[in-house]
């Protein structure tokens, strides 16, 4: 579906509820599937958790995650420890592109039974599913974080637990935190001391619930809405704690540099537009521990004139596709004169935007989301839209909700 979104005003007050989110609602799946008795609310209703949840209950020998990420890695794990299973783990042509050779490498560490169908280093694998008798690996610590949760999330099943070393500065911290936090919820005792993380096994847990927290990196792209809007404008979203365990918390406060105040009210955040950005402001910031923020602070930067230099985003080049070459040629389409390397992203101020143009997704639901805020400054196409239902199926509902207009093409 392509979507044209005309150039729009929001309503001054508005009120959205976000789907939980799918990085702690994949975590919790794959912890249900070792352990029924665990109990899952507001689980996303995302493609991802979908693909993760039909790959945990299938019985087929071959099972396929199309573009979903998280599964591919977790799912890698999880099929390695489960005895006596075999299966071959495939996805769509980009997931053949994107590596899986440093998980499949600490496995082996672990005594896993992987092997790659066509290239080396990549999907598909064949997975023979067998007990796991060693305890140690060491892994680079700059790796995506997928590759240490999905370690992690298996660990407390080992017979001796896990003691997994990360060598160098570690990247995404947050989601490792995560990982460990919802293994403390569960009542699996683990440390993470300086570059060593410890597991503990347990073979069985108590009866419990656990509610998912909505998807922050989701409300990210009301923030940009909020920051691109008259000062006053607010939109109360739901339902989100303070002391959130996901990453993309720090939005609250880096939206402040954009004008965007958080108010936190029981289960709720506010989003008000409490002042204007002067357009001389350079926003600086390194997003090695949020990462999947950056295409939406890139855009808000654009939509208002403001520099922005942007660092730690080197897991981006490995995303559902090159989501920093992406930002580049679709930002330069709207007038922008933009940088990029192989972790970094400069974009200088500029004064105008080109109205109208057709934005490409590249399979990718974060482009989709973040560049359609910009249609509060101009009138805007974005090409494959049905790409949100990834992560994000309600998106263009909900931006109907609160005073989007757009055509379907």
């Given at each position: ?10 309503k ?30 507001n ?6 958790s979908?693909?993760m ?6 019985s087929?020998?071959?099972?396929d995650i ?19 299973r075999e ?23 672990l ?18 599913g ?9 892994l ?11 370690l ?31 293994l ?29 927290e ?14 691109l ?14 002391d ?7 939005l ?5 540099l ?27 910031l ?5 990462p ?6 890139a ?8 520099k922005?230099?942007?660092t ?7 995303k559902e596709?090159?989501r920093?070459?992406?930002?580049k040629t679709?930002?330069t ?26 934005i ?18 101009t009138s805007?196409?974005?090409?494959d839209a ?24």
């Amino acid at each position: 579906m392509t979507l044209h979104i005309q150039k729009s005003t929001i309503k001054s007050i508005s009120e959205v509820k976000i789907t939980g989110s799918k990085s702690e609602a994949n975590r919790l799946l794959i912890l249900q599937a070792l352990y029924p008795q665990l109990q899952i609310e507001n689980v996303s209703n995302s493609d991802d958790s979908q693909l993760m949840l039909n790959a945990l209950t299938s019985s087929e020998a071959v099972i396929d995650i199309h573009h979903a990420g998280t599964a591919m890695r977790f799912l890698t794990a999880y099929f390695s420890s489960k005895e006596g299973r075999e299966v071959v783990l495939t996805g769509s042509k980009r997931m053949k592109e994107r590596p899986i050779g440093v998980l499949v490498e600490a496995l082996r560490q672990l005594g896993a039974n992987i092997e790659y169908i066509e290239n080396e280093g990549f999907p598909p694998l064949r997975i023979k599913g067998q007990r796991l008798t060693k305890t140690k690996v060491t892994l680079k610590a700059n790796v995506s974080s997928q590759y240490i949760s999905a370690l992690l999330l298996i660990a407390q099943t080992l017979e001796n637990g896990l003691e997994l070393t990360l060598d160098g500065k570690i990247t995404s911290v947050p989601y490792i935190k995560m990982t460990l936090s919802l293994l403390d919820e569960i009542g699996v005792a683990n440390s993470f001391k300086g570059n060593s993380i410890t597991v503990k096994p347990i073979s069985e847990i108590k009866s419990k619930t656990i509610v998912v927290e909505s998807d922050w990196s989701s409300a990210s792209y009301f923030y940009s809405i909020v920051a691109l809007s008259n000062v006053g404008t607010k939109i109360t979203l739901s339902s989100y704690k303070k002391d959130s365990l996901q990453g993309d918390s720090v939005l609250a406060d880096i939206y402040k540099l954009f004008g965007v105040r958080t108010t936190f009210k029981k289960n709720t955040i506010v989003l008000e537009k409490s002042s204007i950005v002067n357009n001389q402001t350079s926003i600086n910031l390194d997003l090695s521990n949020a990462p999947d923020i950056a295409q939406t602070i890139a855009v808000t930067s654009f939509g208002l004139g403001l520099k922005c230099q942007l660092t730690g985003l080197h897991t981006l080049k490995i995303k559902e596709t090159d989501r920093l070459e992406a930002l580049k040629t679709e930002l330069t389409k709207l007038g922008a004169k933009i940088e990029v390397t192989n972790d970094t992203l400069t974009l200088y101020s500029s004064t105008s935007v080109i109205d109208d143009v057709q934005i490409e997704t590249y399979n990718d639901h974060r482009m989709a989301m973040a560049f359609a805020p910009l249609a509060l400054k101009t009138s805007i196409t974005i090409k494959d839209a049905d790409v949100v239902s990834k992560s994000y199926p309600d998106f263009w509902l909900d931006l109907e909700q609160i005073g989007f207009n757009f055509d379907k093409a």
